[in-house]
């Protein structure tokens, strides 16, 4: 018997039947059209406009069926690649006769504009962009107590969220929250937010054993 291949579509499938989640039930707990999950499933890329489309999407499916959404992203990007690449290999008169010598010029000031918005980018999060330290930092924990103490500090923000529940911060900038964890998975999501701007997320799991 063959090895069932892993597919970002095999996997969501998989995982929406755990949770006994038809199409119509998961559509309406992410508030998104069955088509855009029927397309994912089936690895129909065509569906998409762009690759950044389904990004919204798949995030909304990592954390409605507890799954890692780097990990999904991951698959996606591999997938998505090989769809372009076969997408141009079957229609070779879809592909752009470009002069060379225009190719180098237009490459030459997308790679400069490349690095300097890099640059920026860098400079900008090391005076602006707030910062969170977990004390533990590992993003999945197994863990096997009923009470768990998730602490850390925060700087360059004033307000952070976990499970949409507001955190208090100390004058430090630290904070600490005790939390009673379920069997099984416990899904934390930390928010920083600035005015009702989020500017930075972390995702982190605690399995209760």
């Given at each position: 018997?063959?090895?069932?291949?892993?597919?970002l579509g095999?996997i969501?499938?998989k995982y929406?039947?755990?949770?006994?989640?038809?199409?119509?039930?998961?559509?309406?707990?992410?508030?998104?059209?069955v088509d855009y999950?029927i397309?994912?499933?089936?690895?129909?890329?065509?569906f998409?406009?762009s690759?950044?489309?389904a990004?919204p999407?798949?995030?909304k499916?990592?954390?409605?069926l507890?799954?890692?959404?780097?990990s999904l992203?991951?698959l996606?990007?591999?997938e998505?690649?090989?769809?372009?690449?076969n997408?141009?290999?079957?229609?070779?008169?879809?592909?752009?006769?470009?002069?060379?010598?225009?190719?180098?010029?237009?490459?030459g000031?997308?790679?400069?504009g490349i690095i300097?918005?890099?640059?920026?980018?860098q400079?900008?999060?090391?005076?602006?962009?707030p910062?969170?330290n977990?004390e533990n930092?590992?993003?999945?924990?197994i863990?096997n107590q009923?009470?768990?103490?998730l602490?850390?500090?925060?700087s360059r923000?004033?307000?952070?969220?976990?499970n949409g529940q507001?955190v208090t911060i100390k004058e430090d900038?630290?904070?600490?929250?005790?939390?009673?964890?379920r069997?099984?998975e416990?899904?934390?999501?930390l928010?920083?937010q600035k005015?009702?701007?989020?500017l930075?997320t972390?995702?982190?799991?605690i399995?209760r054993?």
């Open positions: 018997m063959s090895k069932q291949k892993i597919t095999y969501l499938k929406r039947s755990k949770y006994n989640l038809d199409i119509d039930r998961l559509s309406h707990k992410i508030s998104t059209e999950i397309a994912l499933e089936k690895g129909n890329y065509r998409f406009t690759f950044n489309q990004l999407i798949i995030r499916l990592s954390y409605v507890g799954l890692k959404y780097q992203v991951d996606y990007n591999k998505y690649e090989f769809y372009i690449n997408k141009y290999k079957d229609n070779p008169k879809s592909k752009l006769v470009i002069n060379y010598s225009i190719f180098k010029f237009s490459a000031i997308i790679i400069s300097i918005g890099y640059l920026v980018l400079v900008y999060q090391m005076r602006y962009s910062v969170i977990l930092n590992q993003l999945y924990q863990y009923n009470e768990y103490t602490a850390g500090n925060i923000a004033t307000n952070l969220t976990l507001k900038g630290g904070f600490e929250v005790l939390l009673n964890l069997q099984g416990n899904r934390l999501d928010v920083v005015d009702d701007k989020i930075k972390i995702q982190k799991t399995y054993q």
